[in-house]
Nanobody, 129 residues
Framework: QVQLVESGGGLVQAGGSLRLSCAASGLTFSSYAMGWFRQAPGKEREFVGSLNWSGGSTYYANSVKGRFTISRDNAKNTVYLQMNSLKPEDTAVYYC??????????????????????WGQGTQVTVSS
């Protein structure tokens, strides 16, 4: 049974920082690229960042580039999203997702929700002014 469990969300003032964690189980973690998405009230799910199986290649949405950092620890089956210089516009439910990759899968930056096989439950991030 595949499960992605997120943690680390909460309330923070503008300019502050949070680190989100997503622990994966029930899958071969290193066979999956990982991604972070967010969804604000009344808006569609939005790509935040992604990284490949090893963590050696990352990609970010322009809205978070330079402020957010995605990383992974394959020994712990965990992916992280370090969020710095937070803005009220960052307020959303944040989701982690897993996308299977391998020698017979096509290359992708993983910017679209439909590309992912598994999703976490989401964790609320609220940034106050």
């Amino acid at each position: 049974q595949v499960q992605l469990v997120e943690s680390g969300g909460g309330l923070v003032q503008a300019g502050g920082s949070l680190r989100l964690s997503c622990a994966a189980s029930g899958l071969t973690f290193s066979s999956y690229a990982m991604g972070w998405f967010r969804q604000a009230p009344g808006k569609e799910r939005e790509f935040v960042g992604s990284l490949n199986w090893s963590g050696g290649s990352t990609y970010y949405a322009n809205s978070v580039k330079g402020r957010f950092t995605i990383s992974r620890d394959n020994a712990k089956n965990t992916v992280y999203l370090q969020m710095n210089s937070l803005k009220p516009e960052d307020t959303a439910v944040y989701y982690c997702a897993a996308r299977f990759t391998g020698p017979f899968t096509s290359a992708s930056r993983g910017t679209e929700p439909y590309e992912y096989n598994y999703w976490g439950q989401g964790t609320q991030v609220t940034v106050s002014s």
